[in-house]
């Protein structure tokens, strides 16, 4: 297995300010990269059908559906809603999902409502959860711990904290997830973060549209930029980008009980 995943990116979400970008020349480029594979996130339940339609067809896309912090307020879904869409064919996780009090520290409380609500749907139908959050770490572990999340595991995305705190989501046996971000010349936690995963828990991602890496950090983000984020852990670990590439490709296939070959 040596192509590569990205996974995740919101591949239902192509407008970059000002910049609509073509699904069809992401997808050939994600394809001349090498990445052959990814996860495309859901963000609001309402925007859910439409985001799946425009990826249903597509080989070696999967799907997840979930409410983002920021968007509790957005869409009043329902349990049944949620259920009926994580039984999608191509759905395999249940996210992002999370806290996020940095933007919102106002809906603190229907955050973590609709978190835990989430958490338990996810544990109900067997499905691991993609994890979002920012400025509010202890109320997400309290969360994470007391609806034992672990049952069915995930990823913390997009993992921008400290090392402490990696530990205590590797302890949990979730994934840790690098975006972008370890390729920005101020990101030495994210850098020590990709250094010290253990392998076999570590996964690559674009977090597209946002959070292009370097060299075209300020454009729009897409999954084929993924290989950078390949190529900077590579050498922060001193291996080749090909095994970079298998091994996390491998744990996505282990965690979505998915066959990628």
Request: charged letters at 30%.
């Amino acid at each position: 297995m040596t192509f590569l995943v990205d996974s995740h990116c919101h591949l239902g979400d192509l407008k970059f300010g000002d910049i609509d970008q073509d699904l069809n020349e992401v997808l050939d480029n994600a394809k001349n990269s090498g990445v052959t594979h990814m996860l495309c996130v859901n963000t609001d339940l309402g925007t859910f059908p439409d985001m799946y339609n425009k990826i249903k067809d597509l080989p070696n896309v999967y799907a997840s559906v979930g409410t983002h912090p920021l968007n509790v307020n957005d869409y009043a879904w329902t349990e049944k809603e949620l259920l009926d869409y994580a039984a999608y064919d191509k759905v395999i996780a249940v996210g992002e999902i999370g806290l996020d009090y940095y933007y919102d520290e106002e809906t603190k409380e229907q955050q973590k409502d609709v978190f835990i609500r989430q958490i338990r749907i996810a544990r109900q139908i067997g499905k691991p959860i993609i994890i979002h959050g920012r400025s509010a770490k202890d109320d997400i572990f309290k969360i994470v711990i007391d609806e034992q999340a672990k049952d069915v595991g995930g990823i913390f995305h997009c993992f921008a904290d400290d090392w402490d705190l990696a530990e205590k989501v590797l302890d949990l046996g979730f994934y840790i997830s690098v975006s972008g971000m370890v390729t920005f010349k101020k990101a030495a936690n994210i850098r020590e973060i990709a250094s010290r995963v253990p392998l076999d828990r570590l996964l690559l991602e674009t977090d597209s549209p946002y959070l292009a890496p370097v060299p075209n950090r300020g454009k729009p983000n897409q999954p084929a930029y993924v290989k950078y984020v390949a190529e900077e852990i590579a050498k922060l670990r001193d291996l080749p980008v090909d095994e970079v590439c298998r091994i996390t490709s491998e744990n996505f296939a282990r965690l979505f009980n998915l066959d990628l070959n």
